[in-house]
């Protein structure tokens, strides 16, 4: 992602995919739903839809989140499991 404002957008899509793994994981915590529900209710993490356009080679935006960001890869918090 390139142009004037790619630093401030790389920074709001981590920070949605950060959003979105803790409520993933605070949902389960508490008990309120199944980690098996969590797809359907919320969609797909936005993680997994970013690995999905960067192998379609809609872009490379999953390049730009921090890996400690990226819940469902090894490495990363284990939000949602």
Do not use: W
């Not at 957008?9 to 309120?32: F, H, I, M, N, T």
Request: charged letters at 30%; glycine letters at 12%.
């Amino acid at each position: 992602m390139n142009g004037p404002h790619a630093r401030e957008a790389r920074a709001r899509l981590s920070e949605s995919q950060a959003y979105d793994a803790e409520l993933r994981k605070l949902l389960v915590a508490r008990g309120c739903v199944e980690p098996g529900q969590l797809d359907f209710l919320l969609g797909r993490p936005v993680e997994m839809v970013l690995r999905i356009q960067q192998r379609a080679g809609c872009g490379t935006l999953g390049d730009q989140i921090p890996e400690d960001a990226r819940p469902y890869e090894s490495g990363g918090r284990e939000a949602g499991r």
